[in-house]
């Protein structure tokens, strides 16, 4: 059966049908936004600083996957959380980055670059009628005998050409592992190859650097007797400090022989003995690190 418009019904038809159409396609407007992407914001509370200070960093970036601080020359070298507060110890010039991984996988970095002041060289003082034991002050002339040093037990020992009091210094400190921590005690000894007589000299004075919480004793010895002084972790004894910077130690050679009144300072053999203190047991400390410079004989 066909059917037949007549041509004003045909006309209606249409009609209809384009209304019907813009009815549908009103339905279907959906609105559309451009994506915006992801950005990369951090500041820093300073970036020039003396040595020993700290610096925050603060993340304010947006869109974040991830988060990766690299800080170089600081404490900690590295982190991952939004904000962190960075020590910086030694001076020098120094760049921290920023990385940021955004959620679409796009990553962005941000750097900062840090000046950091070194901490003033401390006064070498060198008395006229000084009695040298070790130093790298080439004005420093006055010699001893020939000296070594020796481990006894346990102590590790380095010399390291610069960040010392004068230069190079002699870094003792323990392995990390067994076997070689397996005795509960330390030693290391400074030594005349001859036996030498002090007994004109008034103090023994060097230069040390420690954080160690450790107690130690600097021990002299002549050949056969043993007289020492002791150090706690908080008396600061003769100038003996634990606080990670180089400091200068005076001590009596007097309160060696009041220790050992047996004590021969016309034949001393062992100038300087590092030893850690019974019944303190380095292996659970495991902080026993101690770096020694400028060490000589004075008389006042």
Known sequence: MTIKFNPIAQLKYILLMFLAGLISCEDDVREVYLYKKGTIEATASNTAIKSGETITYTDSST??????????????????EPNVEV???????????????????????????????????PPIVIPADALK???????????????????????????????????????????????????????????FVNFTD????????????????????FRMKDASNTGYVEFDATSNLYGLKRDGAWNMVKIPIADYKKQNVALDLTKIKDILVLRSVDPEDVRALNNYTFDIDHIYLSKQ
Not at 68 to 78: C, E, I, N, V
Not at 112 to 120: C, D, G, K, Q, S
Not at 198 to 215: C, D, L, P, Q, W
């Open 198 to 217: 002090i007994s004109s000299y008034t103090y023994i004075n060097m230069a040390v650097r420690t954080t160690s919480t450790g107690k130690i004793r």
């Open 87 to 121: 020590k910086y110890t030694k001076g020098g010039t120094f760049t921290t980055t920023l990385e940021i991984t955004h959620v679409d996988n796009t990553i962005q970095k941000k750097t900062f670059t840090i000046e950091v002041e070194a901490p003033a060289t």
């Open 63 to 80: 869109k974040i996957r991830a988060i990766k601080w690299t800080f170089q020359g600081g404490a900690p070298g590295a982190s991952i």
């Open 133 to 191: 034991i070790y130093s790298d002050n080439p004005d420093f002339t006055k010699t001893a005998p020939v000296l070594n040093w020796v481990s006894s037990n346990q102590f590790v020992i380095k010399e390291v050409a610069d960040d010392g009091y004068e230069g190079a210094f002699r870094n003792f400190t323990l392995p990390a592992a067994a076997p070689a921590t397996e005795a509960k005690w330390a030693m290391a000894i400074l030594q």
